[in-house]
């Protein structure tokens, strides 16, 4: 009895996702973690939900607890990150997705993050770096492959933005139009 009605608060929190209700679905969410404080679904879909509402703080008490729970989980550290990222805690973000990269170096999307994170504490070194394994990952997303062409040329190489402009024009050729327009380097020939 207990499982059916956990899962009949949760399908219900889902239902009223569907249909916009997010304040409705927040108190579903607070309703169950009173019932099971340590749910790590209703933990994580709150503190979603709080973000979401600009309640940064109370979001981001949710989020740690959550990496308490899951210390194990790649993604739990991702979105952990992401969430201090989003409220300008650049030091923690990094930490974070430096953890999510060491449990899932599978996650393009950490990989990524990281690499954002690395950019916005100038460390542009170790954000190529972090940029390039999200490429390797996920070859074809043209995220980090923009992110690499905007370091290389905001650092004055332009062999390497236009090598990465160039790729674009294969499969994203707005997002290359778009960087030719911001580095100002108009490349001419076959994607390679």
Do not use: C
């Not at 996702?17 to 340590?38: C, H, I, T, Y």
């Not at 674009?168 to 139009?177: I, N, Q, S």
């Amino acid at each position: 009895m207990k499982r059916l009605d956990y899962l009949w608060q949760k399908w219900r929190a889902i239902g009223l996702l569907v249909l916009g209700r997010n304040g409705a679905a927040l108190a579903v969410f607070d309703s169950m973690l009173q019932r099971w404080p340590d749910d790590a679904y209703a933990l994580a879909s709150r503190a979603h939900l709080r973000m979401q509402a600009g309640d940064v703080q109370a979001a981001l008490a949710d989020s740690r607890r959550l990496v308490v729970l899951r210390a194990g989980h790649a993604s739990t550290w991702f979105n952990h990150g992401f969430m201090l990222e989003e409220a300008g805690l650049w030091e923690e973000a990094l930490a974070a997705f430096r953890r999510a990269t060491e449990l899932g170096p599978e996650l393009d999307r950490a990989w990524y993050g990281l690499g954002l994170v690395l950019i916005r504490l100038q460390r542009y070194d170790e954000a190529v770096t972090a940029l390039k394994r999200n490429t390797e990952l996920q070859p074809m997303s043209p995220y980090g492959w923009y992110q690499l062409a905007r370091i290389h040329a905001d650092r004055q190489e332009p062999d390497e933005a236009v090598k990465i402009i160039r790729r674009l024009k294969g499969f994203e050729p707005k997002v290359a139009a778009q960087l030719e327009r911001e580095t100002g380097l108009l490349v001419r020939g076959e994607a390679a």
